[in-house]
Structure formats: C-alpha cells, structure tokens
C-alpha cells in the first residue's frame, strides 16, 4: 500500500532536488539550542547548569562550615583570654568575688 501510494503522488509532483550548499556554523560544544544567557536551552544545557550550581553550592558550603569552624575556635580563645583576665585581676586583690 505504501509503495502504491508513494508511486502515485511521485507522478503527480515533478522531482525537485534541492540542496544547501552552506553548512550550519557553530562552534564546538554548540547543541544548537538557544544561548545559555537567553532561554531554557536544551536538556543538556539545563543538566550541566544544574551540575554546576550544585557544585557551588557545595563550595559555599564547605566555605561556610569553615568559617563556622574557625568562628567556634575564636570565641572559645576569647573566652579562655577573658578568664585568664579574671583571674590575674582577682589575683592582684581587684575585684572580690
């Protein structure tokens, strides 16, 4: 069936070739979906963005946890330096307590 009517609208249309003789430029890495800066992209695009915004919201993380860290250790030797004060002034007959 499909061979007669194939056989049948090719008879009734004259055979017309047609070729491009540019070919499409891009860029290597280009899918050929829209600009990372204009629309959604391709699922490509949206999965590598969201690979790399999950790695930096690991970084930050990890950078935050730090500072937290480092945060932790400056109270407690601030607080270590407060005691050591009380206890010299408490020493040389300051405060009584």
């Known amino acids: 069936m499909l061979r007669t009517t194939f056989t049948k609208t090719a008879a009734f249309?004259?055979?017309r070739a047609t070729f491009t003789t540019t070919?499409?430029?891009?860029?290597?890495g280009d899918t050929g979906a829209p600009p990372k800066t204009g629309g959604q992209g391709d699922?490509?695009?949206?999965r590598e963005r969201a690979n790399e915004d999950w790695a930096i919201r690991q970084r930050e993380k990890e950078k935050l946890l730090e500072l937290k860290k480092k945060l932790a250790?400056?109270?407690?030797?601030?607080q270590r330096l407060s005691d050591h004060i009380e206890e010299i002034t408490r020493d040389q007959g300051g405060e009584k307590n």
């Open 43 to 46: 699922a490509f695009q949206r």
């Open 73 to 78: 250790e400056q109270q407690q030797h601030l």
């Open 13 to 15: 249309r004259p055979l």
């Open 23 to 28: 070919a499409r430029a891009m860029a290597e």
